[in-house]
């Protein structure tokens, strides 16, 4: 955008960026009140949608109609008689009876991480963290992983929002060449369910907490193949990693400081076998910290969340790769503000 404070347009991005949360937060309170199950399949007017979700007729079209501009509704008709549906996207992703279902990010963004982001000032002058540990002391994934049910939820969530990403790297990456693949805090094990059922001849495993290993077993059962995705538990930042040709950590390395991300690094070149590649999904902000909005935002996100957490560059990752001994790397963009940092093993 041309730098001009008399051009209209200038205005407008400054008007727009401020009020940027008004989009966001209609998004998400029709996630908290459920408007697009309540839609399914089926279309509702405008009156009949407003009183079986318990709102008061004042804002409902607005509300409504809101959605329906910014495309996650469609209508038939105006006034009192407007129909309104689900679009195919909301209705295969924001309708939780969907078993594509992603709301559950948006769920907990609209619970944890947009009341948290309201203290983004005091975060930046105090350097710390602005989540549940602030009051308790206590990180927030300490709490999450004791709670069995939070926990579930939590996993479901992830899966949802990185599903689309792990297909794009299963395409993007030729998993093919290899025969076995570890993804190291695999969470619910969807990126290692879609590796096994995309890539038939190979073996994987998904690697966690012990908290998780029965989620984990569970989602695994469920897709059918508990004889080609092992199910292992053990605490990555203590013990030795499990080996496989391929090792993937997805938005792992930005939760800790550069030392822990070095050591990390370190760990998953002793598990490798020469010819092997490290994957590390993150949010990589470009090189001259320019143009990535959303691995900056998300690096912001990390100083709300954690204790010394950020996003990095390629050529940081690049340079502590190097230092472990991987022999090069590439950066694989997969969507949005997503990218994969490949490092492979001499």
């Known amino acids: 955008m041309k730098d001009d404070p008399t051009d209209p347009a200038q ?39 407003g009183g079986e979700l318990g709102l008061h007729p004042r804002g409902c079209a607005d509300f409504f109609d809101a959605l329906v501009a910014l495309g996650f509704l469609y209508r038939e008709g105006s006034g009192e008689q407007a129909l309104y549906f689900n679009t195919r996207s909301a209705a295969a992703l924001l309708d939780a009876n969907s078993p594509q279902y992603m709301g559950g990010v948006l ?10 982001w309201a203290h983004l000032g005091e975060a930046l002058r105090s350097g710390k963290p602005q989540n549940e540990a602030k009051a308790t002391g206590q990180s927030w994934y300490e709490a999450l992983y004791a709670d069995p049910q939070r926990l579930s939820q939590f996993m479901a969530a992830m899966a949802g929002y990185q599903i689309a990403n792990f297909r794009l790297l299963v395409d993007k990456f030729e ?52 004889q ?8 990555f930042l203590t013990e030795t990693l ?18 822990t991300r070095k050591m990390l690094i370190g760990k998953v070149f002793d598990a490798l076998p020469p010819g092997g590649a ?16 959303a691995g900056m935002l998300m690096s912001l996100n990390m100083l709300i969340e954690t204790a010394e957490g950020s996003e990095s560059t ?33």
């Not at 996630?31 to 509702?44: A, C, H, M, N, Y």
Request: net charge negative; with cysteine.
């Open 107 to 116: 769920e907990m963004t609209n619970q944890r991480v947009y009341p948290f």
């Open 11 to 49: 205005v407008q991005h400054i008007v727009d960026t401020a009020l940027g949360f008004w989009k966001s937060k209609v998004l998400l309170t029709a996630i908290e009140l459920g408007v697009f199950t309540q839609l399914g399949q089926r279309g509702i007017r405008l009156r009949e949608l």
């Open 228 to 235: 080609r995705v092992q199910v292992a538990s053990g605490n």
């Open 314 to 346: 390629a050529a940081e990752f690049d340079a502590w790769c190097k230092e472990a001994g991987f022999e090069r790397t590439e950066v694989v963009p997969i969507s949005g503000g997503t990218h994969v940092g490949v490092a492979y093993k001499g």
């Open 175 to 226: 998993f093919g060449r290899f025969a076995s693949f570890c993804d190291i805090g695999g969470a619910s094990g969807a990126l290692a369910i879609e590796v096994a059922q995309r890539c038939p001849r190979i073996q994987c495993i998904t690697y966690d907490l012990p908290a998780v290993e029965p989620i984990a077993a569970r989602r695994v059962a469920e897709a059918g193949l508990a």
């Open 242 to 259: 499990p080996e496989a040709e391929v090792i993937a950590m997805g938005n792992i390395l930005h939760n800790w400081s550069v030392a």
């Open 278 to 293: 490290f994957l590390a999904i993150e949010h990589l902000v470009d090189d001259e910290r320019r143009s990535h909005l």
